[in-house]
């Protein structure tokens, strides 16, 4: 998580040419960019194609921000857009979405052990059957490093202080999909 | 209901799934390169509107050619996308007329458009992924073919 000032030296540095103050960027807020697009449905080549048009995007929009705060609304936006994008798409030619790589039942994590293995692969299906707003919120929460308060709530466009009772709600929904995925 | 307890215990378990769920690292590095496209020279012309993200209308719109708009302070880009095959055909206008040439640009290859005095070009590329428009300038943001 930046601290606000450093933060805004970043920007400021990287609009005046400093790459390594870019990169420090894209470290800090790539985790942002990738849990709004998997909570839209992106996976593998179209996940890839809208995180590179946001960077991409961003090198210009960087210099343009009114406020050095407003990075992580933009990324969000920006990002929403493209999935829009990539959805309409998929509509107009009538193509599938590319399909979490998770969903290939020989796909396992590595450092997981099997028992343990079981209990988070439930998560991750889980949270995929979750509606759009609720995933975007509990995936903004997991980064790693982790997004502001700020920042998250920037980038739902939500007031700070409905992030605390819409988690609660939105975890309520998972334990249910869970629950009712391990009765079956 | 559930316990403030019992919900931090269920971020915990979700963060351990979504832990390795994060960009790949050579989209990492690819975005850290992006900075080397900077224009710094150039007068940003941002994109307005895409047709390729209106909602579908009961008619099939969806079947005519896309249509993108960019504008900066003193300049506009229209352009049309007509893809067919490999080879994407782009016709657009930039106003004021004036520039004579725009480059299309990827992040691996570029290649030169003349304009006529109307400020009208057109032409086929074979280009894929991320492209933009450069001339005389003006820049505009970048979008996905």
């Not at chain 1, 308060?149 to 869970?178: H, M």
């Amino acid at each position: 998580m930046l601290d606000p000032d450093v933060q805004a030296e970043l920007i400021t540095s990287a609009v005046d040419g400093d790459e390594r103050a870019w990169s420090l960027l894209v470290d800090s807020f790539s985790g942002l960019v990738w849990s709004l697009l998997r909570s839209h449905g992106m996976y593998g080549a179209e996940a890839a194609d809208i995180y590179q048009t946001v960077w991409l995007r961003c090198v210009e929009h960087l210099a343009r921000l009114r406020d050095p705060s407003m990075l992580a609304a933009w990324l969000a936006t920006t990002t929403r857009r493209e999935c829009y994008r990539i959805t309409r798409k998929r509509e107009r030619v009538g193509s599938n979405a590319d399909l979490p790589e998770f969903a290939d039942p020989a796909w396992k994590d590595p450092a997981e052990s099997v028992v343990a293995g079981e209990q988070l692969a439930a998560f991750r299906s889980g949270i995929e059957q979750l509606g759009t707003s609720c995933q975007e919120l509990l995936r903004l929460l997991c980064i790693d490093p982790p997004v502001s308060y700020e920042d998250v709530a920037a980038a739902l466009e939500i007031p700070k202080g409905s992030i605390g009772p819409t988690r609660q709600r939105c975890l309520e929904r998972l334990r249910r999909i869970i629950d009712e995925g391990e009765s079956r | 209901m559930n316990g403030e307890g019992d919900d931090s215990e269920m971020m915990d378990q979700l963060r351990r799934a979504l832990v390795s769920d994060r960009p790949p690292e050579a989209l990492m590095t690819a975005a850290k390169a992006s900075f080397t496209w900077r224009a710094v020279d150039a007068e940003l012309a941002e994109l307005l509107s895409d047709s390729s993200t209106e909602a579908l209308t009961g008619v099939r719109s969806g079947d005519g050619p896309r249509t993108l708009e960019f504008a900066s302070a003193a300049s506009s880009v229209a352009l049309e996308i007509v893809e067919s095959g490999p080879a994407i055909g782009l016709r657009g206008q930039i106003s004021p007329s004036g520039p004579t040439e725009v480059v299309v640009e990827s992040t691996t290859a570029s290649l030169t458009l003349a304009i006529d005095e109307d400020g009208w070009f057109n032409g086929t590329v074979n280009l894929t992924g991320n492209i933009r428009l450069r001339a005389d300038g003006i820049v505009t943001d970048w979008f996905s073919l």
